[in-house]
């Protein structure tokens, strides 16, 4: 079992900078493929970003690309979402999530994190 805890969200405004953690508990965390998805209010969940086990691939949802970086330390069971340029369209709450096989689906889940980004 793997609890996952973000941490890092706030509020700041438009051109601003966040980076949010991620940190695992439990075992398995370096074999997981880590996720980070977002949910503004009234909308679905979204992709943002992912990252393989190794750190080796990542992916990116369009919406981020070239502003948004995952990254991972698996001494240190902590997945990482440096985020600039903040658009008020980035305000959500961001989830990271983790799974062995992502292709179908995520196991474990975070509580999430507020991000707000002022115009």
């Known amino acids: 079992q793997v609890q996952l805890a973000e941490s890092g969200g706030g509020l700041v405004q438009t051109g601003g900078s966040l980076r949010l953690s991620c940190a695992a508990s439990?075992?398995?965390?370096?074999?997981?493929?880590m996720g980070w998805f977002r949910q503004a209010p009234g909308k679905e969940r979204e992709f943002v970003a992912a990252?393989?086990?190794?750190?080796?691939?990542?992916y990116y949802a369009d919406s981020v690309k070239g502003r948004f970086t995952i990254s991972r330390d698996n001494a240190k069971n902590t997945v990482y979402l440096q985020m600039l340029s903040l658009k008020p369209e980035d305000t959500a709450v961001y989830y990271c999530?983790?799974?062995?096989?992502?292709?179908?689906?995520?196991?474990?889940w975070g509580q999430g994190t507020q991000v707000t980004v002022s115009s």
């Open positions: 999530a983790g799974g062995l096989d992502v292709d179908t689906g995520y196991d474990y």
């Open positions: 439990g075992r398995g965390f370096s074999t997981y493929t």
């Open positions: 990252i393989s086990w190794s750190g080796g691939t990542t």
